[in-house]
């Protein structure tokens, strides 16, 4: 039987940080990733010329996944938009985004006292308590605080942006609003070259540390010892049947495959039940040249679309190129997307757009987050990193922790499973 001191199972963004934050520390850690390659939901394709992430993926500069790569010595290239060539749609037809003060003043999407009340609620949103929201949902949230429909409609458009969260009626107020504040804050980036280039630079990171890591390598179990009080993990066992010995497991993974590989584990069962996964429909299309340069970004107010140029502020298309994220986020209410649906956005936001087609590519039902944080268990309700019942057990994920949602929840687990493992003081210069 091998051995070593942590066993991580996942190879994501959040396997791959936590690996490299405890082998900082002086652990012996090995990774073991199903797949031939290391990413996750972070892989980019290249096609034509073109870095084509699954869907449009966007790091928030203020949030928990940008201060994590910041420690781990991470460089971040790339830009995000500031609220030129931004459009809201709406009954078919595109309005002036409004952003900031001069496209707030000069939008048809809001009247006179519309505008108002909008200027009042974003103002005042950046200056709210998240935490003590708990037990209220976005919906909820939003019908309490915005008293004309025509403003709530937009500003629930801005937080399906930030929260990628389509069931405002299901999502909890506390998570929505702290998300939204992190998206404010700082603003967000693409990546140039995509999001595989987080991978790779972890990946080196990783390399550097003394992380050990085994690809194409399913773990079927987390092995544990029972009796003489609290249960704690033993190791692992992959498919082929090795066996892995190790104080502590890290399982960087969703609810469903946390729950089978602790068959029997009446916790895990039940996180897994409970677990709302958020999906989204996307369409990404590379384009030879932009029909219309000046639209750029285009969010749906009475549908729950997305569309955006991210080759404006990212390099991941070739000179003179374009790449275009569309999206649908969908939810109990509007479950499904068609591929002629997506287009006919595009068609709002770039007319003519086929005629410059040079690649493309539609995904139906991409999972976006894992479990969706409801109004009643908010952000304190998901499972803590280090797990209490089954001593030496880890998790990192976007379901997990108390902090944050999407990338920052995976980065934000790791973290704490580092710092809580390696101890304060320790895990503080580790990072």
């Not at 506390?174 to 990946?203: I, T």
């Not at 932009?290 to 639209?295: D, N, S, V």
């Not at 390099?315 to 569309?326: I, K, S």
Request: net charge neutral; proline share 4%; charged share 20%.
């Amino acid at each position: 039987m091998k051995t070593t001191d942590v066993a991580v199972v996942g190879g994501g963004l959040g396997g791959l940080a936590v690996a490299t934050l405890l082998a900082r520390g002086g652990r012996r850690v090995v990774l073991f990733e199903k797949a031939r390659h290391l990413g996750g939901r972070a892989h980019t394709t290249h096609q034509e010329g073109y870095h084509l992430n699954l869907g449009p993926h966007a790091l928030y500069m203020a949030g928990a996944a940008a201060r994590v790569l910041g420690r781990l010595g991470l460089e971040l290239r790339g830009r995000g938009p500031r609220g030129e060539g931004g459009f809201a749609l709406r009954g078919g037809r595109l309005h002036t985004l409004p952003s900031g003060l001069v496209s707030l003043l000069t939008t048809d999407l809001l009247s006179t006292m519309g505008k108002l009340e909008f200027a009042r609620v974003m103002a005042n949103l950046m200056r709210v308590d998240a935490s003590t929201l708990k037990g209220m949902s976005l919906e909820e949230w939003l019908c309490a605080n915005v008293s004309r429909e025509e403003v709530r409609d937009p500003v629930a458009m801005l937080f399906r942006v930030s929260t990628y969260c389509a069931d405002l009626a299901l999502l909890g107020a506390d998570a929505a609003v702290a998300q939204h504040q992190a998206a404010m804050a700082q603003g967000v980036r693409y990546l140039d070259g995509g999001w595989v280039e987080l991978v790779r630079g972890l990946s080196a990171i990783a390399d550097a540390a003394g992380v050990e890591r085994v690809l194409s390598a399913r773990v079927e179990e987390v092995t544990r010892e029972e009796g003489g009080g609290r249960p704690r993990v033993h190791g692992v066992r992959l498919a082929d049947g090795t066996e892995w010995a190790a104080e502590a497991v890290v399982l960087a993974a969703g609810p469903q495959d946390v729950a089978a590989l602790l068959p029997g584990d009446a916790v895990a069962a039940g996180w897994a039940a409970k677990a709302v996964p958020v999906k989204a429909a996307t369409l990404e299309v590379g384009l030879s040249r932009l029909p219309r340069p000046g639209a750029l970004i285009a969010f749906g107010v009475d549908r729950p679309w997305y569309a955006s140029v991210h080759s404006a502020w990212a390099r991941v298309a070739p000179e003179g190129g374009a790449l275009v994220h569309v999206a649908k986020y969908l939810g109990e209410r509007d479950a499904v997307a068609s591929e002629p649906e997506l287009e006919g956005v595009l068609e709002l936001l770039q007319p003519g757009w086929r005629q410059h087609v040079v690649t493309r590519r539609f995904l139906p039902g991409l999972t976006v987050m894992h479990a969706l944080p409801t109004k009643t268990e908010g952000l304190e309700g998901r499972p803590r990193p280090v797990v209490e019942h089954l001593q030496g057990l880890g998790l990192v994920g976007d379901w997990v922790g108390p902090e944050g949602m999407l990338v920052d929840a995976s980065l934000s687990s790791a973290e704490a499973v580092a710092r809580a493992w390696l101890g304060r003081a320790e895990g503080a210069r580790a990072a």
